[in-house]
């Protein structure tokens, strides 16, 4: 005779009663981060969250982004206006001394962006 622990008992009934079938990733394996913040991870992942950067990063990514952001603009001077935002952003951020490493953010060409920007609205 085997003794079965409350514990058991509940998870046998569980399961004859079929309370595990057809759970969500079922058959699938398991998603394990060995990283400690793995459930802000998750969390991000399943919302669709936007991670919130630190000012250089931020930059950098806003940057490496331009031409999405200008495909929202229809007048030529509202989108040199916004690429030179940019650049003014930048050289701030280079101005102001950090503590920490130092994230290198590169300037926009403004020419060469205002010209990818125009090709794309005329094809």
């Known amino acids: 005779m085997q003794y079965e622990s409350w514990i058991d008992r509940q998870i046998r009934e569980a399961a004859e009663r079929g309370a595990f079938d057809n759970l ?52 030529e001077e509202h989108a040199r206006e916004l690429l030179e935002d940019l650049n003014e952003r930048i050289r701030d951020h280079y101005r102001r001394p950090s503590s920490g490493p130092v994230i290198v953010v590169r300037l926009v060409d403004i020419e060469a962006e205002l010209a990818r920007w125009r090709e794309a609205r005329s094809g």
């Open 24 to 75: 969500p990733g079922t058959g699938k394996p398991l998603d394990l981060d060995p990283d400690e913040n793995w459930w802000i991870k998750a969390k991000i992942k399943r919302e669709n969250l936007d991670v919130v950067l630190p000012g250089p990063l931020a930059l950098r990514r806003e940057v490496e982004r331009i031409q999405d952001t200008l495909a929202t603009i229809t007048r």
